[in-house]
């Protein structure tokens, strides 16, 4: 097993990400770079050394690149979810085309980067899925269960049901479909999502809103009404299609 442990260290940050990459010199700099800054750092260059240490170490974050030797960074989150394992997953991929990406969040990835990539990018990804994913715990009293029309969300069981099945929701689709409840009937920027959502801001680049609301539409919206729409140039919303009974 081509394991690798970072044994250089920046200030403890006390998470441990696992680097799953077979190109050995990409694998070297993202488990150099991350123990500089701070983590526990193991790497690896297979799926079949993903799926044991992501089994046994249980890391905080795997850094996944999505064409490995002897299978796809898709399908082990794919597995890994049925398992009940749901370590945040952070892809690395070649591929640019909208329905790639939406083939990787839809496998229950939190987040992408497009080869090559800037280091300092990885770092940026890192530390804000850590960040959304690490936070304490809200007061009982503060997470209700949001409904809207047919549609649930408990945010203590983190379930989503819609008309009494269960729609199984990556991390980072839960929290998106969570900002469109909170405020239903209120047209959301791609801005306002990105920093509500991902706290951090892309640039300008709302692209990974776009591919997220499509991914969560195939799952939230797969028996009608449909109940998240687009606001052209303005950005997105939950509620009834107006002729729908109920509608406002």
């Given at each position: 097993?081509?394991?690798?442990?970072?044994?250089?260290?920046?200030?403890?940050?006390?998470?441990?990400?696992?680097?799953?990459?077979?190109?050995?010199?990409?694998?070297?700099?993202?488990?150099?770079?991350?123990?500089?800054?701070?983590?526990?750092?193991?790497?690896?260059?297979?799926?079949?050394?993903?799926?044991?240490?992501?089994?046994?170490?249980?890391?905080?974050?795997?850094?996944?690149?999505?064409?490995?030797?002897?299978?796809?960074?898709?399908?082990?989150?794919?597995?890994?979810?049925?398992?009940?394992?749901?370590?945040?997953?952070?892809?690395?991929t070649a591929r640019t085309e909208v329905e790639d990406r939406i083939i990787g969040l839809s496998s229950g990835g939190d987040d992408y980067v497009t080869k090559p990539f800037h280091v300092q990018e990885v770092l940026l990804r890192v530390r804000a899925i850590l960040r959304r994913t690490g936070l304490p715990p809200a007061p009982v009293d503060a997470r209700p269960v949001l409904a809207y029309a047919d549609l649930t969300l408990d945010e203590d069981a983190h379930e989503v049901h819609r008309a009494g099945r269960l729609v199984r929701l990556s991390p980072t689709e839960f929290r998106l479909l969570a900002c469109l409840m909170s405020h239903p009937e209120r047209v959301r920027?791609?801005?306002?999502?990105?920093?509500?959502?991902?706290?951090?801001?892309?640039?300008?680049?709302?692209?990974?809103?776009?591919?997220?609301?499509?991914?969560?539409?195939?799952?939230?919206?797969?028996?009608p009404p449909a109940l998240l729409h687009t606001v052209r140039g303005v950005g997105y919303c939950l509620r009834l299609p107006r002729h729908a009974p109920g509608a406002r």
């Open positions: 097993m081509h394991v690798q442990q970072s044994a250089t260290r920046g200030p403890a940050s006390g998470h441990t990400v696992l680097v799953v990459e077979d190109d050995p010199s990409i694998r070297t700099l993202l488990t150099s770079a991350l123990g500089a800054a701070g983590y526990t750092v193991t790497g690896a260059a297979t799926g079949q050394e993903a799926m044991a240490l992501a089994g046994g170490r249980h890391p905080d974050l795997i850094v996944l690149d999505v064409v490995l030797p002897d299978t796809d960074g898709y399908r082990i989150t794919r597995d890994l979810r049925a398992r009940g394992v749901y370590t945040p997953v952070l892809f690395l920027g791609k801005g306002e999502i990105l920093q509500e959502v991902w706290r951090y801001g892309f640039s300008g680049d709302t692209r990974i809103v776009d591919t997220y609301i499509k991914n969560l539409r195939r799952k939230v919206d797969r028996d």
